[in-house]
């Protein structure tokens, strides 16, 4: 076994506790810690003038110590140890929380520099725990210092600590997948030099070429992967659906009038069908626009045409209230629905799957039960795959192997702007719809300071008093979890139950049990819960009609299109809806992304605006829609470096393959094989 592939335990100063909390962020070996990119660095190498300093921004700065330090304790287990310190700009003061152990180390006169962040206001700046450096300023090396993921009982220091002993011990065995000729050509930099270099970089142009290099090489295993799936399915063929079928029947059946969007969509989609090449297309709108009644005209052409069709939902709750939305309007055409999950008894299920398997279930309803192996379709031609980055690829893979080359509509209420959308889907069609049906009612968005929260609390009461129901949203389940100072469910449940009394408030997670979390959403679904508490997992995967607030704790927190779609989950009935973001942030960069989305309720409009503002970060969330999850690229961030690996891309594809770039290719299906096999 080699030392990338060795325990993490091997490294000086990890022992098995220390192990285990590592394995919360996906650190097992040697080599997995040195795929664990710092997330962003501390720039510590300007020291500046007390008076340039920004508020609410970290800086470093040097001075004397202008008073003698003074320790004094406030309560039991409460010591603050403050003085001042200046320069000839201006003068900060200083407080460390429980640091008896810095008594009689400082005293007046003394030269120091302290690394922190600045609050106060314009005539009076602050610091609370700065880092702390003894000495003149000439004297100080500073640096940029890696800022790693963490969780709970693991510091910077450990991390940064853990990460230099990763990186002496294993880099060097790292095999560079790229080979010479190839980085010489693009401008990259060793593999070795390029792990250095992203974990602690010596200077700005270091960390840049580091950053290039290994942005450049997950792009394009990724590259790579897409394209061998696109050109796969294109060799792929299947009976073509060429029934003649009366699509204006089933249109007239709908109690309403269909968008423009939405025919455009159900025409590109029926062109594919009726080809022998497997439709691979992705249909993707904002909240509400109708995607579902998309999916249900194709149902209605695919049965018509003497096959079956699979719907697959994330939940049981969302597969559910497909079930109960899609039945009636495909009964009257004589479609027989089925929904399967994992809920009822055992001569139930099996029942279901025997009409499956004798085509007597024209479309077929369920979770991931109907990828389980005891279901076979007696003739299955479309699947539906519904907020499809809830599902890894290989998921989808398996409930297509159901059917011979069935047609695939993935559904995606995470709007994106179409030139990324073809970077990214390099093996998909893209239909888009952009319009919201008629009468919906626009979602009203206000963001307040945390400090109006009372008159939250009183307009909540407002909201329940008529018979509504509310969400809150936080960006942690646990104090510790993403960091200090946030609103956390566990925090709040008991809160608000202290806040509204009387009022029936369950928390909502993704560490609760599979049969907690649905028995909870069923039941605010059933209108027994007024208030779920709850973190991103109610993003999709549940729609009440009487739900009319959303509240979301620490809104900063969250990329705009995870609150336009938090923002989803109210304004679905005829009642007027509110969200209300709080935030305690008085970054103005943060309050400039929040304005966006309470200035408009188009997901386009507001993708477009996350590309722009929001700095290097997942704006898929965790799933990376199904794709394998980056480690240090950004599909929204790096598109410079994208168009270059395309043609990097296409290039060895066009040159021969990867046959020659066998450890490339060996990437390439690593990459893949953490989504759960894409490309097997």
């Known amino acids: 076994m080699g030392r990338l592939e060795a325990r993490i335990t091997v490294l000086k100063g990890v022992g098995e506790a220390r192990a285990k909390l590592l394995e919360r962020l996906g650190i097992y070996t040697v080599g997995d810690a040195l795929g664990c990119f710092p997330r962003g660095f501390s720039d510590r190498t300007q020291i500046k003038r007390i008076s340039e300093t920004a508020l609410y921004e970290e800086a470093v700065v040097a001075g004397v110590v202008l008073n003698e ?5 406030i309560r039991k287990g409460l010591s603050l140890f403050k003085f001042r310190m200046g320069d000839e700009s201006g003068a900060v003061d200083v407080t460390y929380f429980n640091a ?17 962040r600045v609050e106060g206001d314009m005539l009076r700046r602050t610091m ?22 963490l969780t709970s009982g693991l510091s910077q220091k450990v991390m940064r600590s853990v990460m230099e002993r990763a990186v002496e011990y294993g880099v060097s065995e790292v095999e560079d997948p790229l080979p010479e000729p190839f980085r010489q050509r693009y401008r990259l930099e060793e593999k070795e030099a390029a792990l250095r270099g992203i974990h602690f970089p010596h200077d700005r142009e270091e960390l840049e070429r580091a950053r290039r290099r290994l942005i450049f090489e997950e792009l394009l295993t990724l590259f790579l992967g897409m394209r061998l799936l696109g050109r796969r399915a294109r060799t792929e063929r299947r009976e ?13 059946s709908l109690p309403f009038a269909l968008t423009a969007g939405q025919r455009a969509a159900i025409d590109e989609a029926l062109s594919d069908m009726r080809s ?5 297309r ?18 209605y052409f695919a049965v018509k045409n003497g096959v079956q069709a699979a719907l697959m939902a994330p939940t049981e709750l969302l597969a559910a209230q497909h079930y109960e939305g899609l039945r009636p309007l495909l009964d009257r055409f004589g479609i027989r629905t089925v929904l399967l999950t994992g809920k009822g008894g055992a001569k139930e299920r099996r029942e279901k799957r025997t009409l499956i398997r004798e085509g007597e279930a024209d479309f077929v309803i369920g979770t991931h039960a109907l990828i389980e192996e005891e279901v076979s379709f007696a003739k299955l031609g479309l699947i539906v ?22 047609h695939l509509l993935l559904m995606s209420a995470t709007p994106i702007p179409r030139t990324l959308a073809l970077m990214i889907y390099g093996d998909l069609a893209i239909s888009s719809i952009r319009e919201l049906p008629a009468g919906r009612i626009p979602v009203a968005t206000t963001l307040i300071p945390e400090s109006r929260e009372e008159k939250l609390f009183g307009f909540l009461k407002t909201e329940l008093r008529k018979g509504r129901q509310a969400f809150v949203v936080c960006p942690a389940i646990e104090e510790g979890e993403e960091g200090n100072a946030l609103h956390t469910v566990e925090e709040l449940t008991p809160y608000l139950r202290k806040k509204l009394p009387g009022i029936s408030i369950l928390p909502v997670h993704g560490r609760m049990k599979k049969e907690e979390k649905e028995a909870a959403m069923a039941g605010f679904a059933a209108g027994e819960v007024q208030i779920l508490v709850a973190t991103t997992v109610i993003e999709v995967g549940i729609n009440v009609p009487n739900a009319t607030v959303m509240v979301v704790e620490n809104a900063e927190r969250f990329g705009l299109s995870q609150l336009h ?47 722009a503002l929001r700095g290097p970060g997942n704006f898929f969330g965790n799933e990376q829609h199904g794709l394998p999850d980056l480690r240090i690229a950004d599909l929204l961030t790096d598109t410079a470096t994208i168009g270059e690996v395309e043609r990097a891309a296409e290039e060895l594809l066009d040159g021969g393959g990867l046959e020659a770039y066998p450890a490339l290719s060996r990437e390439v299906e690593k990459l893949f094989a953490r989504t759960g096999g894409y490309l097997s």
């Open 240 to 252: 073509a659906l060429a029934a003649p079928v009366d699509m204006e029947a089933f249109y007239r």
């Open 276 to 280: 022998e090449v497997p439709m691979n």
């Open 128 to 149: 609370a725990n700065p880092e702390l450096w003894r000495g003149a300023e000439e004297n100080y090396r500073g640096g940029l210092y890696p800022i790693y993921r």
């Open 565 to 611: 779609q938090l923002r989803g989950r109210v304004g679905r009935g005829s009642e007027r809806s509110y969200c209300v973001l709080v935030s305690g942030t008085r970054a103005e960069k943060s309050l400039e992304r929040l304005r966006v989305i309470c200035g408009t309720n188009d997901g386009f409009r507001i993708a477009e605006a996350d590309l």
């Open 282 to 299: 992705l249909l993707q709108g904002d909240v509400g626009c109708g995607k579902t009644v998309v999916a249900a005209a194709l149902v």
């Open 69 to 73: 330090p003074r320790l004094s304790r």
């Open 385 to 406: 795959a519904d907020e499809q980055h809830r599902f890894g690829v290989a998921q989808r893979a398996a409930l297509s192997q159901k059917g011979e080359h069935p």
């Open 100 to 116: 008896d152990f810095l008594r009689g180390t400082l005293a007046k006169g003394d030269e120091i520099v302290l690394f922190g």
